[in-house]
């Protein structure tokens, strides 16, 4: 701290519910900037878990306060379910922040997520349905509804008049129906206005001012690197960026805001969704990984894909994002395997390839070049306080040398180490 922000380095999922709520109670501010309800962040507290899509992971920690910034676009339907969620265990959603700016995602975004997926037919992305792709474009193209919108109900009449005969026509043309009229979509909107004008600010002041402050600010990142835009494997990708660039735009503050860049990284490799995937595992140690890991997704439900390590995605994200530390997750998930391997490089059509290409077709030709490494040997359930206690030298031997491995090629230390699924089960170096 003071501003540190957490972001994936791999295709998401990494872990990083867990890990902003482990840094979250060193913070005042947690801010989400990018991406929408699609991620799904689960977080453990004790026996109680939270499943969080569109609300800050800070939102269960007392005396936070929990920022959603103009660079997300919010899911109105998941955040009413949230906030129910959270106040029905008896937690207060009052430090809820919502940007005035950030676009809201419309019944037509699901509607056109899900037709475009079906042309696409196989060559779909993927997607997880929740009109991604489809809102962030509008946005682009200057056809969103802000939140700030939803307070002015002259000015949301205008923007909906201007809009929505635009949207019919591209549904028609893909065939998908709309079963709201505009006067009952208007009384959705204004619907929401009541029920969360209290939460809509301008929150890029509210940063700034608490910044100036010196309060400590959490950015929490969305998806991860690979699924960035720009910079992952285009077009299997989100429709954000998810780089440590996205902090600037996405919450409103200067490139010299962010102190401190954490990349979290799981100790093997997944993904969710189609895309070129190099150390996939379609073996059963692929299979062991998936379930010890539970690798299913938060969101979708739908399993992850598993492969090894991947060390041209971690140099990919260090170089990105400017990580200056790493959070290794999931790391008990590797106990008892024998043989560790590690990509280091790429054969793709007999050139060795050391930087993760942009090209998908050359993805698909890649054959990773691995190294291999000695596993570590597991431990019992109870006996993970105790290791943790330990600290960093308390872990197995093979395990340090893999994080070493690690560290020497991204040249980024590996501060925080993650050895299973609840806050406690982790250690700070
Ligand atoms: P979209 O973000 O719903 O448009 O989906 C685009 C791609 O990103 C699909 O492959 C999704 O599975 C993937 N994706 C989106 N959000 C997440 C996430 O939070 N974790 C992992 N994958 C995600």
């Known amino acids: 701290m003071p501003s540190i922000a957490v972001i994936g380095a791999q295709w998401g999922d990494e872990g990083k519910g867990k890990i902003t ?71 207060s959603v009052d ?27 196989k060559k779909g992305v993927g997607t997880t349905g929740k009109g991604i792709g489809p809102c962030y474009s509008d946005k682009i193209a200057r056809s969103g509804i802000r939140m700030g919108d939803l307070l002015d109900p002259e000015l949301l009449e205008e923007r909906l008049d201007t809009i929505m005969p635009m949207k019919l026509k591209t549904m028609e043309m893909l065939d998908v129906r709309l079963a709201q009229s505009r006067e009952e979509l208007l009384e959705e909107l204004l619907s929401y206005g009541k029920m969360y004008g209290k939460y809509i600010t301008d929150t890029s002041v509210l940063i700034n001012d608490a910044l100036d402050n010196g309060k400590n600010v959490l950015f929490e990142g969305a998806q991860g690197t690979m699924l960035d835009i720009d910079h992952g494997t285009y077009p299997f990708v989100t429709s954000s960026n998810c780089v440590a660039g996205a902090i600037c735009t996405g919450a409103g503050v200067g490139p010299k805001r962010v102190d401190e860049v954490m990349g979290v990284l799981k100790a093997y490799t ?5 895309g070129p995937f190099p150390t996939e595992l379609n073996d059963a140690t692929g299979e062991l990984l998936q379930k010890v890991g539970g690798e299913f997704g938060v969101t ?72 291999e ?45 993650s050895i299973g699924k609840g806050r406690e089960e982790t250690i700070r170096r």
Request: hydrophobic share 40%; glycine share 12%; net charge neutral.
């Open 21 to 91: 709520d482990y840094e979250a109670g060193r913070a005042d501010l947690v801010v989400r900037y990018q991406g929408g309800s699609n991620a799904g962040h689960t977080i453990m507290v004790g026996e109680e878990v939270f499943a969080l899509h569109i609300l800050p992971s800070g939102i269960v920690r007392e005396g936070v306060i929990n920022v959603i910034g103009n660079g997300v676009i919010v899911d109105m339907i998941s955040l009413g379910r949230e906030i129910a969620d959270v106040e029905s265990r008896g937690r």
């Open 373 to 417: 490494l000695d596993g570590w040997k597991g431990w019992k359930p109870e006996e993970t306080m105790e290791i943790v206690r330990g600290g960093y030298d308390a872990l197995p031997k093979e395990m340090r040398e893999y994080l070493g491995y690690i560290e020497k090629r991204s040249k980024v230390p590996a501060k925080i180490i």
């Open 300 to 371: 979708t439900g739908r399993a992850r894909r598993c492969g090894w390590l991947d060390l041209l995605i971690v140099e990919h994200a260090a170089r990105l994002n400017g990580l200056t530390q790493f959070a290794v997750t999931k790391l008990d998930v590797m106990n008892d395997i024998k043989r560790i391997k590690v990509a280091v490089a790429y054969d793709i059509d007999g050139k060795r390839v050391e930087h993760f290409p942009g090209n998908f077709r050359m993805l698909e030709r890649a054959v990773p070049i691995y190294e």
């Open 95 to 121: 430090g809820l922040r919502i940007s005035d700016r950030a676009n809201i995602i419309l019944n037509w975004h699901r509607l056109l997520d899900g037709a475009e997926e079906r042309l696409r037919g």
């Open 270 to 274: 997944t993904r969710v969704g189609a």
